[in-house]
């Protein structure tokens, strides 16, 4: 035997061992290759090509390995009796190169860069928003083939769709961008709204989505530049600017490459205005006229039942009311919803509205009409309750999507379901009030408890919220407020300029105060300090301060009327002792505040009538145990359990260690994830806390959380061990579970 094949044959049990520790460090390796990866398709990505090969290689080599260690144990057994030197070498050699190979599978996860990459379309949502909603009339029709006319030629770059407010520009463009994608025109088409006050770090943002680009980076954000040259590596794109109000430079501003910048990339914008489109050199102007008089007719309708209805007095009234609309679909189907199944003399005193109404307080003179039908649709509604939540909206900014979720505490707030005690019925009522507002058109549906307005009828909303008396509420753009604002009862502040609150004006019928939720401001000391001198004249009792950056909120603690607190998405670091003194509190919401890192020990406690606690998205948040050291400087979540009306919790927790001295009861509603990092993405997608109403993540161990199984719908179990047959292990009846996954969890 040579020298080198006796030193595999001597050192045989050495490299046994060598492959043991390899198998190991391997094993360990994937688990979290495995991690990575299903972050990365949590966050909606794609698993790169090199990632997945990666991946297979190392399941084949743990595979093989199963068949040399076989082989091993055999060779030792048959070594007792009848030793086979040369079977000896052979192994030897090959566990030499199994532990070569593993080396160099475990190199290659040091090497290894991101695991994924967003997703090359988000297009589908375009077919599915028109596929519902697009009807094409005859101005439409010609508008649609002119526009990708305008796209085919080659020395066309900048396209202008423009028409009055609610005839159709949005849908339309959305139409286009979908057929330009199936024409094979496009290779991507990005869809972004600019709206009255653009805010230009989100429309990057939305772009920066659409083609895979992060506008962040180790320095904070991206350039314009950077966007742009980004952009440039784009062959062929489509992009789509919604409602724009003003002239923009579209390098300087968003950072769009245009004309001889790079030919691939093409504009298509909507406006109001046709002045807009030749300040922004648009090549081809397209104009979206209103219907025609049959197309109005029969849109009118069909939206109001009259398609077999044979009373032609009725007939007679409704083609009087169509013609007041103008060939306007903004006015036309919230309209025909409204008198859908009323009776003759309502229709009649619906026409005697539209015909004697005048509204020249309006600034936007060509949208009167729209106004005027509007104003009947809203007037037929059946209930105050479901009036007030259409008002409500308006308070949102303009083209938010809506969260209905929020609306609920603004009802609450403004005390709108007289007689009801808890959050939990007045979120039922308002679910209702929503799906006729739906019905109705004067909402959009945009899915999961999410609704939007269209911009002219939340203006309509807001002229309507501020000139009734019974109503009052409206939007501050502009501080100090004035005298103006003295009786309203619902105030939503858009403005970043928060320095000065009104000195000396008191607000006694101010219930609902909103700030921030569509961008990150900053919320100064002066902020707090007006409040501390209204707080005395005033009744608030619901106060949303949506990403804001908050430095002293101790004044909080001052508000006693106070049923409703979100500071979803802000900046703080602590929840003061101050805070403990809101008696009245119902509902606390400090989701996705990622520097919290403390809540004042038995802070918790002291709200003895909160009935939902929103605490997910807290990755920072500390809790003290029973036995923790620690326990003078943090809150337990053993304050809890003296909540004796607590029916609603989201929560986020490290460790089920956190979970001593606290015991779940039954829950009306829950999402708890322990050993599980969530993480805000994206707001539509993440802010519902309860699109699933009882939801179990549990990492490691089944035995948290044991008391809500029985009510969970939704568990997702991972890297549990020890359990032969995991589910009749928990002994649990489990009879509304709809959804289980399980992750990463051996068996014995």
């Not at 909540?643 to 460790?655: A, N």
Request: charged letters at 30%; glycine letters at 6%.
């Amino acid at each position: 035997m040579k020298a080198d094949q006796l030193d595999y044959v001597c050192c045989f049990h050495d490299n046994v061992e060598k492959l043991r520790e390899k198998k190991r460090e391997l094993a360990d390796a994937r688990v979290r290759l495995l991690h990575k990866i299903e972050d990365a398709k949590n966050r909606l990505l794609q698993i790169e090509n090199d990632v997945q090969n990666l991946q297979s290689r190392v399941d084949e080599t743990l595979s093989d390995m199963g068949t040399l260690e076989e082989e091993i144990q055999l060779n030792r057994r048959c070594l007792n009796w009848c030793p086979n030197w040369s079977w000896r070498y052979q192994l030897s050699k090959k566990t030499m190169k199994k532990i070569q190979d593993i080396s160099e599978l475990l190199d290659k996860f040091g090497q290894l860069g991101p695991v994924g990459y967003p997703a090359p379309t988000t297009l589908p949502t375009i077919d599915f928003l028109c596929s519902k909603e697009f009807v094409f009339s005859k101005s439409s029709e010609t508008a649609f083939y002119q526009i990708i006319e305008a796209l085919k030629d080659e020395n066309i770059n900048m396209i202008g769709l423009w028409g009055m407010g609610g005839v159709g520009k949005t849908t339309l463009a959305h139409e286009v961008g979908s057929q330009a994608q199936k024409l094979n025109l496009f290779d991507k088409v990005v869809i972004t709204v600019v709206s009255q006050k653009p805010n230009f770090k989100i429309i990057q943002d939305q772009i920066a989505q659409y083609i895979g680009f992060d506008m962040k980076n180790e320095q904070g954000r991206r350039s314009e530049q950077e966007l742009w040259l980004r952009l440039k590596n784009e062959p062929r794109i489509l992009i789509v600017l919604d409602d724009i109000w003003e002239s923009i430079n579209l390098k300087e501003k968003i950072g769009i490459p245009i004309g001889d910048d790079h030919k691939g990339c093409k504009v298509l914008l909507t406006t109001r205005r046709h002045q807009v489109c030749q300040a922004m050199d648009c090549q081809n102007l397209v104009q979206l006229g209103c219907l025609n008089d049959d197309e109005a007719w029969t849109l009118f309708e069909k939206k109001a039942g009259l398609d077999d209805f044979s009373d032609d007095s009725i007939k007679i009234l409704a083609n009087q009311i169509v013609k007041k609309c103008e060939g306007l679909p903004i006015a036309i189907v919230p309209l025909g919803s409204a008198l859908k199944g009323k009776t003759h003399h309502e229709w009649q005193a619906a026409y005697r509205r539209l015909k004697d109404r005048r509204l020249t307080e309006i600034e936007d003179v060509n949208e009167e009409n729209a106004y005027v039908c509007l104003e009947a649709s809203f007037d037929y509604l059946k209930n105050m309750e479901t009036k007030t939540c259409f008002l409500l909206c308006s308070l949102f900014p303009e083209d938010d999507e809506i969260y209905v979720e929020n609306l609920v505490g603004y009802a609450w707030g403004m005390e709108l379901y007289k007689g009801m005690d808890s959050i939990k019925d007045v979120r039922s009522e308002v679910l209702a009030s929503i799906e006729t507002l739906k019905n109705s058109g004067l909402l959009l549906d945009c899915g999961e408890r999410h609704v939007k307005m269209h911009d002219v009828v939340r203006q309509f909303a807001l002229w309507i919220a501020s000139s009734r008396k019974d109503f009052s509420y409206g939007t501050v753009e502009i501080l100090p407020m004035d005298e103006s604002f003295k009786h309203y009862k619902a105030i939503s502040i858009e403005t970043d300029q928060t320095d000065e609150l009104p000195k000396g004006v008191g607000f006694p019928d101010l219930k609902l105060l909103l700030h921030g939720g569509n961008r990150f401001v900053e919320t100064s000391s002066e902020f707090f300090e007006g409040m501390k001198a209204l707080q005395f004249h005033m009744n608030l009792r619901t106060l949303y301060l949506i990403d804001c950056k908050l430095s002293d909120i101790s004044m909080l603690g001052k508000l006693k009327t106070l049923h409703i607190l979100s500071l979803s998405r802000s900046d703080i670091t602590e929840l003061p002792t101050e805070a403990g003194d809101l008696e009245n509190l119902r509902l606390l919401d400090l989701s996705y505040c990622y520097e919290l890192r403390r809540i004042t020990p038995n802070l918790i406690r002291r709200l003895s009538n909160l009935e939902e606690l929103y605490l997910h998205g807290c990755s920072s948040l500390k809790w003290a145990t029973e036995n923790s050291t620690k326990r003078e400087s943090y809150s337990s979540l053993s304050e809890l359990n003296l909540l004796p009306k607590l029916v609603v919790i989201s929560l986020d927790i490290s460790s089920e260690r956190f979970l001593d001295g606290f015991v779940f009861r039954r829950l009306w509603s829950f999402d708890v994830c322990i050993g599980i990092k969530r993480e805000w993405r994206f707001q539509k997608m993440d802010l519902e806390t309860c699109s699933i109403s009882r939801s179990l993540r549990i990492n490691m161990s089944v035995d948290a959380c044991k008391q809500l199984f029985e009510d969970v719908e939704y568990l997702e179990l991972g890297d549990v061990e020890g359990h032969p047959n995991l589910i009749p292990s928990l002994d649990l009846g489990f009879r509304k579970l709809t959804s289980l996954d399980l992750r990463q969890c051996h068996s014995m």
